[in-house]
């Protein structure tokens, strides 16, 4: 089973409720449902991980990246909105950086376009150290990743395979 972590910052708890003009009606557990219907059951499974405390998020992906050198390591790929760390976040991107090395694909999303929205919005911290990008198409957004993470996924493991 390859796992898939999603993984939500700050606030991200309270979506379908928190500014749905912007954020929309879609609650994370819509979201999550968007990505496991992506995926093959037998083969995927997807684990949501939600804090507003950035450290809960830090240990999970040291964990990751301990349990990747180990051998150990179930997890093929991760979806992240990190919500305001995003913009904020040295340590987040720190993180990343770990992770990239290890080869892992990493999807940051938005929901948001914060290219149109405030000046502080407009840099991401995580941006240099993750695979891609997708903002601005609100839940739809959730669903075009997990097709992404699934083809990256196996290229990866076709790539890993080869050597
Ligand atoms: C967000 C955009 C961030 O700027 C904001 O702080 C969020 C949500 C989005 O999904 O559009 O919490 O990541």
Redesign the pocket.
Known sequence: MIKILLIHGP??GLLGRREPKI?GHETQEDLLERVRRECTPEKYEVELVQSNHEGVVLDVLNQLVRDFHAGSSPVGGILI?A??W??TSIALRDALSMVQETGLPVIEI???N?AARETF?HMSMVAPVVTGCVAGLGAAGYTAAARAIIELIQANSKHRSKR
Do not use: K
Request: charged fraction near 10%.
């Open positions: 606030n991200l954020y909105n919500g305001a995003t913009h938005h929901l948001s914060t919005r």
